[in-house]
C-alpha cells in the first residue's frame, strides 16, 4: 500500500497515512463543496427593510404593489402622516390602499399610520388583499370609505386569505355604500376566508387575529363586524382570540356583530376565545344581530365554537335574529353543531321586529352551554326568551359581579 510522510514543524514529527484514507477525504470535501455551492447558490435571500422616510415607504409599497413582498421583512421605524412635512423622516398620509398582493411581515413597531382613504376597488383597506402576510403592532387613525364597486372593505385589509395580525388596533373610521347585498365591512378585515370560483381551487386557509381591537366607527354594509366582516367559504380556518371591540356600529343589512358579522357557508371551522364587546350595535334593517356575533355557524367537520367571551355593549335591530351573544347559532353537516359556552352578556338586548330574541342567543340551532346575562339589565330570556339552568340563565347584576366569567 502507498505511503507518504508529512512532516510536522522543526521537530520532524511524522505521520502517515494511507492513499485511500486520503481519496475518500477528497471525495468528501468535493461533494461538501457542491452542496454548499448549490444550496447557498439558490437559496433566496431574504432581505429587511427599515422604513425611515418617503423614499423607503415608497419603496415598500413598490414591491408589494409588484407582487414581490414574499418573505420579505418590513419594519416601520416612524409614524407616517404625523408630524413636520418638512423633516426629512416625514412620511405623507396614505390616500390610497396598497394594490397587489402582500405577502411579506410587516413590523408596525407599535407606530401610527394616519390614512385617509376613499377608494371604488372591489377590495378597500391599508392593504387591498393578505395573502399568507402577517402584520403586527400597528394603529391606524383616520378613515376608510369604499365605493359602490367595493366589496370587502377593511381598516387593515380588505380580503384576507392565510393572514395574521396581532396587535392591530383600529382607530379609523370604516364606511361603505350599503346599496348593494354584498359588502363586508370590519375594523381590522371585510372578508377572511376564499372566495368561491369554478376557476380556482378548493384551499385550507389558516387565520390567526391575536390581540386585535377596534375603536373606530363602522357603518353601511350588508355584513359588518367589529374585528370581521365575514369569514368562510372553502375549507377557511379562522382564529379570533383575545380581542375587543368598542366601536359603534351601525347600518347593516344582512348581519352585525361586536366582533363578527357572519361566518359564510362551506366554513371549516372558527375559533373565538377570549374577546369582549362593549361597542353598542345599533341596525334596524340587518336580518342577524349578536352582541359578539350576528350569524355563527359551521359547515366543516368541526364545530365552530366562541368561549370564554363577553358583551357589555348594546344590541339593538333585527328583522330575524337578535341575541345578546349571537344573533343564530346554526348547525352544519350532521352530528356537528357551532357552539357558544362560558360567556356572558351584561347589557340591554332590543328585541325590536325580530322573530326571535334572547339575552344569550336569539334563535338557536347549535349548542350553548355555561352563558348567563345580567336579568336587571336585560328582561329578555336567555334562548329564544326562555331560560336553560346552566346553559342559558339570567342572573341579578351582584351574582354577574361575582361570576368568574366577569373577568373576560
Not at 62 to 75: K, W
Not at 117 to 146: A, H, K, P
Not at 289 to 305: I, K
Request: glycine residues 14%; proline residues 2%.
Amino acid at each position: 500500500m502507498a505511503e507518504f510522510i508529512y512532516f510536522s514543524g522543526a521537530n520532524n514529527n511524522c505521520s502517515k497515512y494511507s492513499a485511500n484514507k486520503i481519496s475518500k477525504s477528497r471525495i468528501l470535501f468535493t461533494v461538501l463543496f457542491l452542496f454548499c455551492v448549490f444550496f447557498f447558490g439558490n437559496a433566496k435571500v431574504f432581505s429587511q427593510l427599515q422604513i425611515v422616510d418617503q423614499a423607503t415607504w415608497n419603496q415598500f409599497v413598490l414591491e408589494v404593489e409588484n407582487n414581490l413582498s414574499a418573505g420579505q421583512i418590513y419594519e416601520l421605524m416612524v409614524d407616517v402622516g404625523i408630524g413636520d412635512p418638512s423633516s426629512p423622516d416625514f412620511i405623507d398620509t396614505v390616500r390610497s390602499p396598497i394594490g397587489g398582493v402582500f405577502r411579506g411581515n410587516f413590523n408596525g413597531g407599535n407606530n401610527r399610520i394616519i390614512v385617509n382613504i376613499t377608494d371604488d376597488s372591489t377590495n378597500v383597506g391599508l392593504f387591498r388583499f393578505v395573502e399568507g402576510g402577517q402584520i403586527d403592532s400597528l394603529t391606524l387613525e383616520g378613515y376608510v370609505v369604499g365605493g359602490s364597486s367595493t366589496r370587502t372593505l377593511g381598516a387593515f385589509a380588505g380580503r384576507v386569505i392565510g393572514g395574521s395580525f396581532y396587535h392591530c388596533k383600529n382607530l379609523a373610521s370604516v364606511t361603505g355604500d350599503n346599496r348593494f347585498d354584498t359588502l363586508f365591512i370590519g375594523g381590522i378585515a371585510g372578508y377572511v376566508g376564499f372566495l368561491a370560483s369554478p376557476m380556482k381551487p378548493i384551499y385550507a386557509s389558516d387565520n390567526i387575529l391575536k390581540y386585535c381591537e377596534n375603536n373606530g366607527f363602522l357603518s353601511n354594509g350588508s355584513d359588518i363586524g367589529g374585528i370581521i366582516g365575514v369569514a368562510g367559504l372553502c375549507r377557511t380556518v379562522v382564529s379570533i382570540s383575545y380581542s375587543n371591540n368598542s366601536g359603534t356600529l351601525q347600518n347593516a343589512t344582512n348581519s352585525a356583530g361586536g366582533i363578527l358579522g357572519r361566518v359564510r357557508y362551506c366554513c371549516r371551522f372558527i375559533t373565538v376565545e377570549g374577546v369582549v364587546n362593549i361597542g353598542n350595535i345599533l341596525t334596524c334593517d340587518a336580518s342577524y344581530v349578536g352582541g359578539l356575533a350576528g350569524y355563527f355557524s359551521t359547515d366543516g367537520e368541526n364545530p365552530s365554537r366562541i368561549t370564554a367571551s363577553k358583551n357589555s355593549g348594546l344590541v339593538a335591530g333585527a328583522t330575524i335574529a337578535v341575541g345578546g351573544l349571537v344573533g343564530y347559532l346554526g348547525a352544519g353537516i350532521p352530528n356537528v353543531s357551532a357552539e357558544i359556552t362560558r360567556s356572558i352578556n351584561t347589557n340591554w338586548v332590543d328585541s325590536g321586529a325580530a322573530t326571535h330574541f334572547g339575552a344569550i342567543v336569539g334563535y338557536n340551532n347549535g349548542r350553548v352551554d355555561s352563558c348567563y346575562y345580567d336579568k336587571q339589565m336585560c328582561i329578555l330570556g336567555g334562548i329564544n326568551n326562555r331560560d336553560s339552568i346552566d346553559v342559558a340563565e339570567g342572573k341579578y347584576t351582584v351574582e354577574m359581579t361575582n361570576n368568574s366569567l366577569m373577568s373576560c
